[in-house]
């Protein structure tokens, strides 16, 4: 079997870096991107034959271009997209400025449309037609948590938007979307990686953004090259899920969640069942 081409954004740290090391260590071919691709560590068994570093600015619709045409001028083919690039803004969302609120929603979400839009094209015009594009959300992407609003947007967003375009898609293109759902790992996410909100809203003293991250950095229960071998896994799936969690965390808030769904669905049923026009039926 020949080796898959993987296209994976926000390489230099945690999933993305995790992820190279594994494309690499299975034998698929890795094209990592970063906005400053120099400062990447080339992974361990990459050579000029398997491995390709990108500049990619995800908020820049030539920067994306430039970097998927190097790609398929090099490999011909993508067959893997992940859409990894991203970040946390953490703060009261009294606290956030507006510059910063817009800047997470164009990276974490207008950024990846951006990518997605790409790799449909690239996909649809390769021969044979297919490929999976994975978009790393977070089991933020299905529970709202505090502190963390806009980026809980953002993320709720990128699946939503992904769930409807699943339908949109032809099924001779084979093209697959997944959504992937970690929890919390111990990657720079909660680190360095992170921004907080720019103007304290002092009525929200019972709140500390930046304490919380940090008690939160480097304890949480996710080791990052399993993270990316469960990515690696799903990406060479026969047919893989529109979603997946991972994460022991992830996967415990999913099941609450699915659970507070059904309670509350269940409990306004007679409201909710209340609004037909007398004797309309379904057709």
């Keep these: 079997m020949s080796p898959k081409v993987f296209f994976v ?3 230099s740290t945690g999933f993305g870096a995790e992820y190279v090391k594994k494309i690499i260590a ?3 071919h890795a094209v990592a991107t970063a906005r400053n691709s120099s400062k990447l560590e080339k992974p361990e068994g990459a050579t000029d034959e398997n ?3 990108v500049d990619l600015d995800v908020t820049k619709k030539e920067s994306i271009d430039a970097a998927f045409q190097k790609a398929i001028d090099k490999f011909g083919r993508l067959d893997v997209v992940v859409n990894n690039a991203g970040y946390g803004l953490a703060g009261e969302f009294e606290s956030l ?3 910063q609120i817009r800047k997470q929603m164009e990276v974490n979400f207008f950024g990846l449309l951006d990518v997605t839009r790409k790799a449909l094209e690239s996909m649809r015009a390769q021969k044979p037609q297919g490929g999976v594009i994975q978009q790393v959300t977070s089991i933020g992407g299905q529970r709202g948590v505090p502190l963390f609003s806009i980026y809980c947007a953002s993320k709720w967003a990128v699946e939503g938007y992904t769930e409807a375009l699943s339908k949109e898609l032809k099924p001779e293109w084979n093209i697959k979307l997944t959504c992937i759902e970690p929890g919390g790992f111990r990657t720079d996410w909660a680190g360095r990686s992170m921004d907080f909100g720019a103007n304290k809203n002092e009525d929200y003293d019972h709140l500390d953004a930046k304490k919380s991250m940090g008690e939160r950095n480097g304890t949480q229960a996710g080791d990052p090259p399993k993270g990316a071998r469960c990515m690696y896994e799903l990406a060479v799936m026969d047919d893989p899920p529109l979603r997946c969690v991972i ?13 507070q769904y059904r309670e509350n669905v269940k409990k306004f049923e007679k409201l909710s069942t209340s609004t037909d026009v007398d004797g309309y039926k379904k057709s």
């Design 97 to 99: 400025s507006e510059e």
């Design 51 to 53: 491995y390709l570093a």
């Design 26 to 28: 299975e034998g698929d």
């Design 247 to 259: 994460g022991t965390d992830a996967y415990a808030g999913i099941n609450e969640k699915l659970d």
């Design 9 to 11: 954004t926000g390489t």
